[in-house]
């Protein structure tokens, strides 16, 4: 005579597992066994479909009766997966034939480690991607940065030649009158005179100086020619290394959306 030898749990009796057999769909016994008396319903941690299901009932209970909880039932405080291999154990020793068995706990062990490894792989994705984001961010930072450098450096350029201003002149109009007063010089012809000749020295001081400042910006062209192209170099390398952590970003993106989007439909 066929039948099911059953294994069953209830998060009433933690630990504790009822393992016994029906000729009948187990389903059919647990849904007997979930009554009045019980405050949580059992369930079906393991069944197999064999041969002689009175008799492997019996030998497995030998098996295991080290853990049962009490002699006159069929409770045993022992793990799912030793008394899965106590039944195996039996089964092969006694020579029952085992037509089909489900062992729904590994299954559910293995359902939870798919779905943790999926939440994980999901969770890899994301940190990826918030890291493109971050690099994109820094890339940015690195381009403003380096446009404010570069926007001093071409302020330094605009330095020019040096000429007489307005202010220079009046310099020269007041140095004279002031001299004229501490010498006593009252004649205008001297007061002129006078003034020539700090024109004369005023234009030489500023000439020589933008003399110099030519020179210099002269000698520095090409030290300034060559920054320049750093720049250049610089600004290219940064914002080639933009584009590459945008690009990367969006790939990471799509492929997150297509995982999630397998995921959903095969759920």
Known sequence: MRGY????????????????YTDRDPNARVAELNNTSVPHPFEIAFEALVDRPQELERLVHREIENTRENAQREFFRIRVSDAVEAVNRVCEAAEIKVIHSVDLERAQRLRQHQANEEAKKRASMEGLIRQEKLMVTLSESKIKALQVEIKKHEDFDNIGGLTPSLLGWLFIVILTLLMGQLFGIRSAGALILVGFGYFVIFSFVVGFFDLWIRYNSYISGASFKAKSEEFKVRMMVLEEEKQSHESSLRSRQKVLEHYVSAQNRSS
Request: charged residues 10%.
């Open 5 to 20: 030898l059953y294994i069953l749990t209830n998060r009433a009796f933690p630990g504790v597992l009822k393992i016994g």
